[in-house]
């Protein structure tokens, strides 16, 4: 079995005196010592220099919150694989809801995104999750079925690279957490979907996203298919995304 990650998503909160301190405190927090799972944090495009300068040789790995869907090109404003690749990214953030629900961010987009971080060597942290409509509406297996199935399709032999993360809409930054028993019963979907898609299933990490903090980590990690968490608001006190790595073990 992987080891469990542990991903910070800074969203549109950073600057260059923040950063520096905030991953300091991170570093300093860890004593030195190899944590027992993986850790990475995920800034806007403009400080993923500044990351790769405080975090190289580091135990925390970086990437980024978004990747073009085209290769290089007349794509005004937007972020390549290869010039994310350029900055030491490991993964690359795809299809949060925050993207399909303010830029409308397809199935179809997020998948040809999926597939332009695998082709450049970066890991795409694939992002499903509900909105609370479609929650009580009961279809919740669904929808995230559908959004999981469409990057399946795209990515097909190198389904086993991805990371995905179960963010239900109506958790994030909400303070409402998915009860363990909640979030778990969609990871066992997922991961059912991923061991018919791939025979390596097991290499495929599905993270929780969603108010996860400090105090509900431990319970959350402990589910038998919760293999680490991308971490919202969190991510931004060294403390908090330190004790949620402790309970990540
Ligand atoms: P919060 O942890 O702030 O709820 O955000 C979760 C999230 O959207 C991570 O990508």
Known sequence: MNKKLIAGNWKMNASLST????????????QGAVPAVDMALCAPAPYLAQLQTLLQGSPIAWGSQDVSAHEQGAY???????????FGCRYAIVGHSERRQYHGETDAVVAAKAQRALAAGITPIVCVGETLAEREAGETEAVVKRQLAAVIHVVAHCTSEIVVAYEPVWAIGTGKTATPEMAQAVHAVLR????????????VRVLYGGSMNAANAASLLAQPDIDGGLIGGASLKAADFLQIVAAAR
């Open 19 to 30: 950063n520096d301190a905030l991953v300091k405190a991170m570093l300093d927090g860890l």
């Open 76 to 86: 005004t404003g937007e972020v390549s694989a290869g010039m994310l690749k350029d």
């Open 192 to 203: 059912a979907q991923l061991a018919a898609a791939t025979q390596h299933p097991e290499r």
